[in-house]
């Protein structure tokens, strides 16, 4: 049986300051909005890359599932759940449709949580970092009705010489304020050669999915304020037929897909489309589609 | 149904060695106690520091993926997905990584070019953790294989405890006893259950997520990891794991007993940690634990790639042996416990 979207929150609240906080208020509206209790859920996987204090251990899901009020301790809950971080960037998020598909599929779990934030590590707004700081949360399941959910998640490496954006924290630099300091770098072409690989791996993934294109609703990420409007171009997607996140200044990473789809449903956007193709680009480069039936 | 199996089992070790007593010598705070006793570790690998030569989680990450797949009848191009699960993502000497993936630097990097790629981050349970994955993917019918891979240049928290642990309950103490390496496992179909992955049952109990935190350290340059000791290493938690594999146990119609597995595999945090969860084994489950195997006095806790060290070096000792049955019992920050079983009978090293 397909997976399929039960239900999406995204947060924006500026006076939530940090990746966890912001994902862990995403996820708990998600789960309030399908009516699906923290217990319920048998799977959490964030998606979000960038930490708040560069943390690296534990998962940030572990700390995000502490929030949400999932499988504090088995000996009282008496019911377990796993949760890991999942990293790909914008990408992420179609990677964990992959993986949740596989756990929903041989019934090791009936809900995942796939949860995003990112923010720069001091919790503080930095014009050089260029991603939002804000989060989403998109639960899944398995839909008993065959034409709908996800199709298979198509996805690509470019095999250029440089990854066109890369972010680290440089040890040897900053001192002791390795909590605080992240280095983005974008390359100057990094807009261009996204667009061009992402159109190509898009139209290559539609035609072997069989996809009419002017009947989609495009749902792209964000990595440039243009890049959603330019892949739509080369796609040959009329404008209407676009969504890509809005109300937010800098790239939401790891949360567009959610939060732009998120968004079409709530304005009615997508009501006029039977399906979205979902396509995600970003550092590597790497892009990953994925076409989704039945929106609502 | 589809089964699964684990193909192919490699590890780096790189070859200096740091003892306790050394390591201990460094430290400007000398503690009260015997590092070595206490923990069982007598020595670690560190990573190659020369420039020219310099060994970062990158490095030994691609070095035990080749391993693993210089055994594998797979090449690097025929894989379906890669996952790497380094903690420490350190590439290009001190830098940090967040990306692009290391998975997608690794697939370049092997050739691994149509793979999936993606990180997986779960703390020290991060290759069970790719373990699962693959083998929900593959009984899906998703992919037909997959590399599950680490790299971890984790004695940059030892680095940074020996200059700042300066009392004896220091959080800091655990980073003590970390040592170098990579691991990497290849897993596909099982059409044999002479190699066969019988279960990989994982859960995060978030309860405890705050006990173990790895980050910078604002005190000096490098990244620093934080244990609660006391907490982490409650009774308590142990019961999470013997609870929570009785319970998958009886609901499959079996026991620990009836599982007659003839080795067990902890989580290497040190020689009285596994001693104290064979203890609490014993008693919860009410039979003896099978042959504990284990090489942290030799490698200490390699974080991610210690149950795989493990396994690779018992293999390159002892060799394969018909129908051994192996349980993997994870232990990590989250906190992350479970249960993984494989039979395997004819993996080479």
């Known amino acids: 049986m397909p997976t399929a979207i039960v239900s999406t929150a995204v947060s924006t609240d500026p006076h939530l300051g940090g990746s966890v906080a912001h994902a862990s208020a995403a996820a708990t509206a998600c789960l309030e909005r399908a009516g699906i209790g923290p217990d319920q859920v048998d799977l959490l996987i964030n998606v979000g890359v960038y930490r708040d204090e560069n943390m690296a251990e534990p998962a940030m899901s572990a700390l995000i599932q502490k929030n949400v009020g999932t499988n504090l301790d088995y000996l009282r809950s008496g019911r377990a759940a796993l949760s890991f971080d999942l990293m790909n960037g914008a990408c992420g998020v179609l990677n964990a449709v992959q993986v949740a598909g596989a756990f929903l599929d041989t019934g090791d779990a009936e809900f995942v949580l796939v949860v995003s934030g990112d923010a720069h590590p001091s919790g503080r707004p930095d014009p050089g970092f260029g991603y939002a700081s804000v989060g989403a949360a998109i639960l899944l399941s398995r839909t008993t009705d065959a034409g709908a959910g996800f199709g298979r998640v198509g996805t690509a490496a470019d095999d250029g010489d440089t990854p066109g954006v890369v972010g680290y924290i440089d040890l040897d630099a900053v001192g002791t304020l390795g909590r605080e300091r992240i280095t983005v770098e974008r390359d100057a072409d990094y807009t261009d050669r996204l667009v061009e690989f992402a159109a190509a791996e898009a139209a290559r993934y539609a035609a072997a999915e069989g996809i009419d294109l002017s009947e989609v609703l495009l749902v792209a990420s964000q990595p440039t304020p243009t890049f959603a409007a330019e892949l739509a171009g080369r796609l040959g997607i009329a404008p209407p037929a676009v969504v890509t996140v809005r109300g937010v200044d800098a790239d939401p990473h790891s949360s567009a897909l959610t939060f732009a789809y998120h968004q079409a449903v709530s304005t009615g956007q997508a009501a006029a489309y039977p399906q979205a193709l979902f396509v995600a680009a970003g550092a590597g480069l790497s892009v990953a589609c994925s076409v989704y039936r039945g929106v609502r | ?349």
């Not at chain 2, 070859?15 to 400007?28: F, G, H, N, Y």
């Not at chain 2, 670690?44 to 030569?53: A, C, F, L, S």
Request: glycine share 8%; with cysteine.
């Open chain 2, 1 to 349: 149904m589809i089964h699964t199996r684990f193909e192919s089992v490699g590890a780096y070790l790189p070859t200096a060695v740091v003892t306790t007593r050394d390591l201990v010598a460094q430290m400007s705070y000398q503690p009260p106690f015997d590092l070595q006793s206490i923990t069982g570790i007598a020595e670690r690998r560190v990573h190659d520091k020369r420039p020219e030569t310099f060994e970062d989680s990158f490095v030994l990450a691609r070095r035990a993926a080749e391993d693993c797949l210089s055994r594998s009848r797979y090449a690097a191009a025929d894989l379906d997905v890669i996952i790497s699960t380094s903690i420490t993502r350190f590439k290009d000497g001190d830098d940090f990584h967040f990306e692009p993936s290391f998975a997608h630097q690794l697939a370049r990097a092997l050739g691994a070019r149509r793979a999936i790629h993606f990180d997986v981050s779960n703390a020290c349970a991060g290759m069970m953790t790719g373990v699962a994955i693959l083998d929900r993917m593959i009984k899906a019918g998703n992919i037909r294989n997959g590399i599950v891979v680490s790299g971890e240049r984790i004695t940059a928290i030892a680095e940074t405890a020996v200059k700042e642990i300066g009392e004896v309950y220091d959080p800091q103490f655990g980073s003590l006893t970390v040592g170098d390496s990579g691991a990497a496992v290849i897993v596909d179909e099982s059409t044999s259950e002479a190699d066969r992955i019988h279960y990989v049952e994982l859960m995060t109990c978030s309860e405890y997520s705050h006990l173990c935190i790895g980050k910078p350290s604002d005190r000096n340059q490098g990244i620093a990891l934080y244990t609660d000791n006391h907490q982490m290493h409650k009774e308590e938690r142990s019961r999470l794991w013997t609870r929570f594999q009785s319970d998958f146990l009886a609901k499959r119609g079996s026991s620990f007993a009836a599982e007659d597995y003839d080795y067990v595999i902890h989580h290497q945090v040190g020689s009285k940690f596994i001693r104290n969860f064979n203890g609490h084994g014993e008693a919860a489950f009410g039979t003896p634990m099978p042959e504990s195997l284990s090489v942290v006095e030799k490698y200490g806790n390699t974080s991610t790639t210690s149950h795989f060290l493990v396994l690779h070096d018992h293999l390159r000792k002892a060799g394969a042996r018909a129908g051994a049955k192996y349980l993997f019992v994870p232990a990590a920050s989250g906190v992350v416990t479970g249960c993984v079983s494989a039979t395997i009978s004819s993996l080479e090293v």
